[in-house]
C-alpha cells in the first residue's frame, strides 16, 4: 500500500511593482515647466534689479576718488580696503549721526504705537458719545501734507526753546504718524468679536485691564507691523531732520549724508557709498529680524476656543 503526499503549494512574496510615469504624466509635467517659465524669469528679473544697485554700492565702497573719475563705472575696485569706511565714521560723523538716528526713531516708534494703540481701543470699543466724530477729525490729519505745517512748527519750538535738541523731530514724527495709526489699529479693533470684551466687563474687568489684558495680546500682530511701517517711515526721512537741525551735532544719518563733501562741493564718493553701505546693512539686519517675528506671530496668533 503507498501513501500519497499532497504537495502544499510553496509560498511566494509578491513583489511591489513600481510605476513609472507615463508620457502622458511626463507630458503635464513639461507643460506647467513651460507655463511658470515666464513667473521665473519675471521674478529673476526682479531679483536683478533689486540686488544689483545694491552690490554695485557695496563694491564702490571700496573705490578711491580716482577710481571713480576715470575708471568705467561697473568696474570692480583695484584694491579691497576699509579707508572709505574709516572716512565716513571718523570725518563724516557716521556713526555720530547713526546714534541721532537711533535716539530719534525708537522714542517716536515707541508714542506713535503706544498713543494709537490706546486710540483705535478707545475709538472702537469702548462706547461714548461722539467718537466718530473724533475719529473723523483725526482722519484729516492724513489729508494734511506736512510739508504746510514744517515753519509753523519750527517757530512753535524756536519760541519754547527746544531747537537745540532732538525733541522737535521726535514731537514731530508722533504726530504724523499718528493719524495712520491710529485709523489702523481702530480697524484691527474692529474685526475683533465685541462678545470677548463684553464677558470681560461681566467678569469685572475694567477698560484699562481688558486693554492691556486683551487688547495688546490680541493686537500684537498688528503692532508689529504697524512698528515696522513706522520705523522705515522715520528712520528714511530726509525733510523734517533738515528742517528741523540746527547744528551738525544733531544730524540724523539722512542728513549726514548730505554732509561728506568738501569744501568745494564735491562730492567724495567712496566715503558717501561707505555710509550707504552702513545704513543699508543695519537696515536689512533689522528687517529681517523683525520680518521673521511678525510672521511667526502672525502663525501663530489665531484665536483658540
Known amino acids: 500500500m503507498t501513501l500519497t503526499h499532497t504537495e502544499k503549494p510553496a509560498l511566494t512574496v509578491a513583489t511591489p511593482t513600481v510605476r513609472r510615469p507615463g508620457p502622458g504624466r511626463a507630458k503635464r509635467t513639461a507643460v506647467k515647466a513651460i507655463r511658470r517659465l515666464p513667473v521665473w524669469i519675471l521674478v529673476a528679473v526682479l531679483m536683478v534689479v533689486v540686488l544689483y544697485p545694491q552690490v554695485w554700492m ?5 573705490k578711491t576718488q580716482s577710481e571713480f573719475l576715470s575708471n568705467p563705472a561697473l568696474s570692480l575696485p583695484e584694491t579691497w580696503n576699509f579707508d572709505n569706511y574709516v572716512t565716513a565714521l571718523t570725518n563724516g560723523n557716521v556713526a555720530r549721526n547713526w546714534l541721532n538716528s537711533v535716539l530719534v526713531t525708537i522714542p517716536s516708534v515707541i508714542f506713535i ?3 494709537g494703540v490706546a486710540a483705535g481701543y478707545a ?3 469702548m462706547i461714548w458719545k461722539g467718537r466718530n466724530g473724533v475719529l ?11 510739508q504746510m505745517i514744517l515753519v509753523p512748527l519750527f517757530i512753535t519750538y524756536f519760541r519754547i526753546g527746544i531747537t537745540d535738541t532732538l525733541w522737535p523731530l521726535i514731537i514731530t514724527y508722533t504726530v504724523m504718524g499718528l493719524p495712520l495709526t491710529t485709523f489702523l489699529m481702530a480697524t484691527y479693533f ?4 465685541r462678545e470677548i470684551f463684553e464677558a470681560a466687563t461681566v ?3 475694567g477698560p484699562l485691564r481688558s486693554f492691556f489684558v486683551i487688547g495688546v495680546p490680541m493686537m500684537k500682530n498688528a503692532i508689529l507691523t504697524i512698528g515696522l511701517v513706522q520705523f522705515f517711515s522715520v528712520w528714511n526721512d530726509l ?3 533738515l528742517t528741523f537741525t540746527t547744528r ?14 568738501d569744501e568745494y562741493g564735491s562730492t567724495q564718493y567712496g566715503p558717501l557709498f561707505a555710509a550707504v553701505s552702513i545704513n543699508i546693512v543695519v537696515l536689512l539686519i533689522l528687517f529681517l529680524t523683525l520680518n521673521k517675528k511678525i510672521m511667526a506671530g502672525m502663525s501663530g496668533g489665531a484665536l483658540k476656543g
Do not use: C, H, K, W
Open 58 to 62: 557695496v563694491l564702490g565702497s571700496f
Open 113 to 115: 504705537v503706544f498713543i
Open 123 to 125: 475709538l472702537e470699543v
Open 136 to 146: 473723523l477729525y483725526i482722519l484729516a490729519g492724513i489729508m494734511v501734507p506736512g
Open 190 to 193: 474692529r474685526s475683533v468679536p
Open 203 to 205: 467678569d469685572g474687568s
Open 239 to 241: 525733510l523734517i531732520a
Open 248 to 261: 551738525p551735532e544733531l544730524a540724523t544719518i539722512q542728513v549726514g549724508l548730505l554732509s561728506l563733501s
